[in-house]
């Protein structure tokens, strides 16, 4: 069956001639066999016990080919937690084995467009794949109301059509949209949720003018990760991620960004240009999220919210600067679908989810 097969694909890459008769009939099987395995899958119940970061999306506004939005998946056990949900969260998370239906709540960290742009499809794929019978819980600081109520606006003409056609027994109207659970931003941190063993901390961050703003912390079964969101350098955030498995930082590299500001000029958008100056003094440099994680004693840095998008492999090392030389544990530049396990039993493992780059 296996030479049979490997022998049918080579006579579809032919794509022509005698071939051509088989390609139709091939392509059904393959497809049927596709779907099955996609509708199955289902990656969260196969992970072990612990910690797991899975990456929904490490990019930025910025157009990236290879990057969605800002997303993180946290994974506790079998619970699925998101952080942020930017424009194609929800698809990587299909991608990546890892069902939308089973999304137990959406934790904010600030409310720029990039981070909350793919609620929407998010809401409406965890309603329509579990036939939820209750709102998803958005959590985040005062104000995630607004962004909960505008959400629930824009689709609800849309909940309305898909409860028509598909009856409410698969589609539930009261499952349809976000539930807001706002807290306070701390002074400094505030556990927001202990429950299951999972313990959830709200860590204030600098990211003005945008405000509020929070990271969050992880604790489960002796492991643990801090998630940055977006800020400057935060002595608040490096002393809560102290001794943490893994913290996970945004970063921006300014010698790119500057390369792209110079480029803005010399084409006469000057608006852009001055965009790119400005988004240096509300973000962190690869070099300073690497002496912020050898400071809290992280295990692994994992950078994210990747600024500029790096189209060539070779920027890689330019991105990074000399961040290696500032941190004595890993560091790695995530890429959409990356899977970073923190295992109850220890160690840290490194994977994909959903294939290859």
Known sequence: ??????????????G?????????????????????QALTSNNLDGL????????????????????????????????????????????????M????????????????????????????QRWVGSSATAQLPLLGPVGVGQI????????QPDSTYRVAHHGEAVVPPSGFGLSPRAFAVPETTAVISDDGGLKVTAIRVDHRP??????????????CLTVSGDTVVSPVLMRAAEACDLLVHEALQPRLTRVLGEAAKKAGNAPLAKVMADIEDYHTTPEQAAEVAQKAGAKMLVLTHIVPPLRLAGLEGAFLGDARKRFDGEIRIAQDR???????T?????????GTR
């Open 1 to 14: 069956m296996k030479k049979w097969l490997l022998g049918a694909v080579a006579v579809v890459a032919l």
């Open 16 to 36: 022509a001639g005698a071939g051509w008769a088989f390609r139709e009939p091939l392509a059904l099987m393959l497809y049927a066999r596709g779907a099955e």
């Open 48 to 95: 072990p016990d612990g910690l797991h970061a899975a990456f929904c999306g490490t990019g930025s506004p910025m157009p990236d080919p290879d990057r969605a939005g800002p997303c993180l998946a946290v994974i506790a056990g079998k619970r699925l937690l998101i952080v942020d949900a930017g424009e194609g969260a929800a698809r990587n998370l299909q991608l």
């Open 97 to 124: 084995g890892l069902p939308p239906g089973r999304v137990e709540r959406v934790l904010l960290t600030h409310f720029h467009s990039d981070h909350i742009d793919g609620l929407g499809a998010l809401a409406l």
């Open 148 to 155: 909960a109520a505008g959400f629930n606006a824009v689709y």
């Open 210 to 223: 945008v405000a509020p703003a929070v990271g969050y912390r992880f604790d489960y079964k002796g492991r």
């Open 338 to 344: 990356d899977l970073v396990s923190l295992p109850a």
């Open 346 to 354: 220890g160690g840290i493992e490194t994977s994909r989810l959903g």
